[in-house]
C-alpha cells in the first residue's frame, strides 16, 4: 500500500521561498506520474506542477510559472517543489499526488486525467504573509 509523506510547508513572507517534499513509503517505480496540487479556503483544488517519473517532462499551472520547480529523486522515491517568490495568493493546503500513469499537463486541470488509482498525501499547509 502506497504511502505519500509531505514536508516543508510553513508560514513565510512575501518574496520567500519554500521546498515541499512527498516521499512514497515504498517502491514508487509503477508511480510514473507525480505532482502537487493545492486548495485554499473557500476555493477549488488547483493543480500545480507534475512530473514524470521517467523522463522528468514537467508541467506547470500557469499562475506559477518562472517561481515554482518541481523536480524528482528517483533513487529516493522522492519528489519536490522549490517554491520562489512566494505570494499571498499562494497560501493553501498544499497536497502530494502520484498516478500509474498520466500526461502532465491534462492531469494537472483534472486528476481524473490518470491511469489507475491516484495517491495522495496528507496536506502540508504553506503561508505567505
Known amino acids: 500500500h502506497v504511502q505519500l509523506v509531505e514536508s516543508g510547508g510553513g508560514l513565510v513572507q512575501a518574496g520567500g521561498s519554500l521546498n515541499l517534499s512527498c516521499a512514497a513509503t515504498?517502491?514508487?517505480?509503477?508511480?510514473?506520474?507525480m505532482g502537487w496540487f493545492r486548495q485554499a479556503p473557500g476555493k477549488e483544488r488547483e493543480g500545480v506542477a507534475s512530473?514524470?517519473?521517467?523522463?522528468?517532462?514537467?508541467a506547470y499551472a500557469d499562475s506559477v510559472k518562472g517561481r515554482f520547480i518541481i523536480s524528482r529523486d528517483n533513487t529516493k522515491n522522492t519528489w519536490y517543489l522549490q517554491m520562489n517568490i512566494l505570494k499571498p495568493e499562494d497560501t493553501a493546503m498544499y497536497y502530494c499526488?502520484?498516478?500509474?500513469?498520466?500526461?502532465?499537463?491534462?492531469?494537472?486541470?483534472?486528476?481524473?486525467?490518470?491511469?489507475?488509482?491516484?495517491?495522495w498525501g496528507q496536506g502540508t499547509q504553506v503561508t505567505v504573509s
Open positions: 499526488a502520484a498516478v500509474v500513469g498520466c500526461s502532465t499537463a491534462p492531469w494537472l486541470r483534472d486528476p481524473g486525467q490518470r491511469q489507475g488509482p491516484i495517491y
Open positions: 515504498v517502491n514508487s517505480n509503477n508511480l510514473n506520474c
Open positions: 512530473i514524470t517519473r521517467i523522463h522528468g517532462g514537467t
